[in-house]
């Protein structure tokens, strides 16, 4: 059944969280089925969370590494990885039998239920090496014991970029070669930056784009929008196309419109 489906998304900080409204909001508004639910840390602020209770069915607090976990010395040696595990802690979520996990910085222009016929584990290719995937958007299946599994082998081997990717690349290593329905379209996950690095591309499939991925250092929430005019203003050092323009304007429309009024 639907219910013991879910998107899961994960905010460690209330700047984060701005990025999971807006996500969450996206879901909504494209009616999806599927119930909501939002990783947090300890330091969302109390504010936040009643904010994020009103757009998402479930906020689960998790704390960044779990002491109780036999890895956690080995943990412990690589501070840098601690947001990395918190994203694996979605493998916990053992009360929904399937879920997609979609990054904070990604954002929905239709309804993405389908995704729920994917099984564990699914993912879009990486734009910059098409054979790993990108981990900002995946089919999983909660499971206490692949969530050990997980951890264990992070602190055996950590991660080849430093980050949950790497790892979970490595993890789930015959993703490449091994299934061609677990690879999503790359419309299930488009780097909003790789827009110009195949622009013919983009003019002939761009249209059917189905989530937005904002990835890289500079997310929308970065960016300054100008309220009156809709319009995301730009500096002089940044050259955005205009498509990559017209995806924040669509992320600072729903935060303005949905997310703001939240805020005050
Ligand atoms: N994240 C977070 N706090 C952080 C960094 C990352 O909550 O300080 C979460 C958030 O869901 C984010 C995801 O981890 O979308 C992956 O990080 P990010 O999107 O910044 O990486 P990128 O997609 O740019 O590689
Ligand atoms: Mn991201």
Not at 68 to 84: F, I, K, N, Y
Not at 99 to 111: E, G, I, K, R, S
Not at 128 to 136: L, Q, T, Y
Request: glycine share 4%; aromatic share 12%; with cysteine.
């Amino acid at each position: 059944s639907v219910t013991d489906q879910a998107f899961v998304t994960l905010a460690t900080d209330d700047v984060y969280c701005q990025g999971a409204l807006v996500l969450g909001q996206s879901l909504r508004n494209h009616k999806t089925s599927r119930k909501l639910a939002v990783l947090i840390t300890p330091e969302v602020s109390s504010g936040m969370r009643s904010v994020l209770s009103s757009v998402f069915d479930e906020v689960i607090e998790v704390s960044v590494l779990d002491s109780a976990d036999s890895v956690h010395l080995a943990l412990m040696q690589r501070p840098e990885l601690g947001v990395t595990f918190t994203k694996l802690r979605c493998w916990t979520l053992t009360h929904y039998s399937k879920c997609v996990f979609m990054d904070a910085d990604t954002l929905v222009l239709c309804n993405v239920d389908e995704l729920f016929d994917r099984e564990e584990f699914s993912a879009a290719p990486d734009s910059g090496w098409p054979d790993c995937f990108n981990s900002g958007v995946f089919v999983f299946r909660p499971s206490l014991k692949t969530y050990r599994l997980l951890l264990q082998f992070a602190a055996e081997h950590g991660s080849f970029d430093g980050g949950d990717q790497g790892l979970l690349n490595s993890f789930f290593s015959n993703w490449a070669t091994a299934d061609i329905g677990k690879h999503l379209p790359f419309l299930y996950n488009l780097s909003s930056s790789s827009v110009y690095t195949y622009v013919p591309a983009f003019n002939h499939f761009g249209r059917d784009a189905k989530v937005v991925h904002f990835l890289g250092a500079t997310k929308p929430w970065n960016y300054k929008y100008n309220l009156q005019t809709k319009r995301v203003m730009q500096d002089d050092t940044t050259a955005e196309s205009f498509h990559q323009l017209s995806f924040l304007a669509l992320w600072w429309n729903i935060y303005s419109a949905s997310i703001l009024p939240l805020l005050e």
